[in-house]
Structure formats: structure tokens, C-alpha cells
């Protein structure tokens, strides 16, 4: 079985290498045309996502929105094996930089850097065209338990040299730390649910949930700075790859240290809320992201 499925990458990763990109998306098609238009899955959830973010708007164009987030995934999808063969030429033809000069400023600081991210455009592809562009990359992520699954799934994701650190691993916080004086970009993508004890009761388009707080404590123990970063796929067919400034948490910050945690991760849902909106149909809409909190 392992073999059977290196031999499979291998020819996955050779064959997405023949063609251009807007031809890997176009293949993509069919994934989302199962899952939404054919056999449903999670659309139910998608609809009911999208009333919760967009009470107001058309149901009509919630369906549109709902229906492109989830091809959005088989765009992804389609573009996954690519990754081993993306080089700085094709950098050049295929991803446009916006606000590099954030990621120069928060590196001449000395201190690493985080990087506030969540599940919008095609997000590995993005960070390994930053990895390739000059920026050490970390992603906290979860690991798969089949061991050589998981070399091989992650082998194929970091393959421009993207690194991992597990997000329930017992010496992740000592990987983080030695990581951001490496002048490493840390990314926490939090717009996902976590309950407790790893999560904190927040809100998300105004409806109560839980995000997990590990980035907001990182911040208030290292004052590392904190960039947000987005990738979205352009009208021109591009891959855009955003750094906004970095934030002022400082107002965020009182005499009781949990109410400063929960302070600095309702700024961080904020943000990425005003990212989603820019983007929705973009964003990952199958996801549970308002499950009751207690």
C-alpha cells in the first residue's frame, strides 16, 4: 500500500507539471461538481454558514457564494501536486506580492514574526511561494498518526521548504520559540472552531463560538509582531498573496491576563471576519465554525 501510493504522487506531481496552472484549476471543476452539485456534502452546513454570516443577502447569491467556496477546494485540490514544481520563473508568471514591504519591516524588528492566517484561496500554495520568495515559513498544523502518510502528505506540502510544527505536539511551544529566532514567519490559521480547554468563547459574524487563544498568549510573551496574510485567486487569474501591516495589540491589553488573552483573540476574529468578507466566496464554508461553546 505505501508504494502504491508513492508510485501514485509521483505520477500525480509529474503529470501537474506538464501543464499550466489554469488548466490544473479548470480540472479541478469536477471535485466541486460532485461535492456540491451532485452528491451535496456539507451543503446543508455551507447554507446554513452563509445565513449566519449574511443574513440579509439574497438566497440566491448565498448559493452562488456557497457553490464556488466549495469548487474553490477542488481548485485547490487540482493545484495540491503542483507544489513540488512551483520555481521562482514560475513565481514571476503566476503570484503577485502585495505588502512585502510588511514582511521586510516586522524582519529587520529581530524578533520572528506570526502570521494570522485562515482557509481562504489555496493557502499551501501560497505558503510555499513565501517560503521560495525568501521567507522561512512555519505552519502550526495538525499531523496524520499513520506515520509514513504523514511524511509523504507533508512532504508534498512543504516541498519549497515549508515546515511544520504539530499543533499538539508536547514540545511545540519550544519549536515555536526557536522558530521566531530563527527570524522564522510563524502561521496560526484560526478560523477554524476549538472548543476547551485550548479555546476561548469569542464572536465570528457576530454569533458566539470558540478560537483557540495559543497565538494571542505567543504574542503577549514574545511581542513578536503580528502580520495578517491572505492568498486569493485574482480576476487576472493570479495568485494574490497578501501582508497587510502589522497589528496594535496594545489596546488589547489590561491588568487580568485572561481578559487580555480573550481581548487579543476577538481583535484576531475581527480581522480575519473583515478578510472573509473581502473574499467570501473564497473562504471554507463546509467547516463547523459555529459550534456551541461551553
Not at 461535492?35 to 446554513?48: A, C, E, P, Q
Not at 447569491?61 to 485540490?77: A, C, D, P
Not at 521560495?132 to 521548504?161: H, P, Y
Amino acid at each position: 500500500m505505501k508504494l502504491l501510493v508513492k508510485f501514485f504522487v509521483k505520477i500525480m506531481v509529474f503529470i501537474s507539471s506538464l501543464f499550466p496552472r489554469t488548466w490544473l484549476r479548470k480540472s479541478g471543476s469536477w471535485v466541486g461538481f460532485l461535492w456540491f452539485d451532485v452528491f451535496g456534502f456539507r451543503k446543508k452546513i455551507v447554507m446554513s454558514n452563509l445565513a449566519i454570516a449574511f443574513p440579509d443577502m439574497p438566497e440566491a447569491e448565498k448559493k452562488k457564494i456557497g457553490r464556488e467556496s466549495v469548487y474553490q477546494l477542488g481548485y485547490n485540490f487540482s493545484e495540491f501536486f503542483f507544489i513540488p514544481s512551483v520555481s521562482k520563473k514560475w513565481m514571476a508568471e503566476n503570484v503577485v506580492f502585495e505588502g512585502w514591504e510588511n514582511v521586510e519591516k516586522a524582519r529587520s524588528l529581530g524578533k520572528g514574526m506570526f502570521f494570522l492566517s485562515l482557509h481562504l484561496g489555496n493557502g499551501d500554495l501560497a505558503a510555499n511561494a513565501i517560503a521560495l520568495n525568501g521567507q522561512e515559513t512555519v505552519i502550526i498544523t495538525k499531523r496524520f498518526k499513520t506515520k509514513w502518510f504523514d511524511d509523504l502528505w507533508f512532504s508534498v506540502r512543504g516541498a519549497q521548504g515549508v515546515q511544520y510544527i504539530d499543533a499538539h505536539a508536547p514540545n511545540n511551544a519550544f519549536e515555536i520559540l526557536k522558530a521566531l529566532k530563527r527570524s522564522a514567519g510563524l502561521v496560526f490559521v484560526l478560523d477554524q472552531f476549538m472548543g476547551k480547554p485550548y479555546g476561548v468563547a469569542t464572536t465570528f459574524f457576530g454569533k458566539r463560538t470558540g478560537t483557540a487563544y495559543g497565538l494571542a498568549l505567543f504574542v503577549q510573551k514574545t511581542k513578536a509582531p503580528v502580520l495578517p496574510i491572505y492568498t486569493y485567486e485574482g480576476r487576472d487569474q493570479k495568485l494574490h498573496v497578501v501582508f497587510e501591516p502589522a497589528m496594535d495589540t496594545a489596546p488589547c491589553v489590561t491588568d487580568d491576563k485572561d481578559q487580555t488573552i480573550l481581548n487579543i483573540t476577538q481583535m484576531f476574529n475581527d480581522k480575519l471576519e473583515q478578510i472573509v468578507r473581502k473574499h467570501p466566496e473564497q473562504w471554507m464554508w463546509v467547516h463547523r465554525r459555529w459550534k456551541e461553546f461551553s
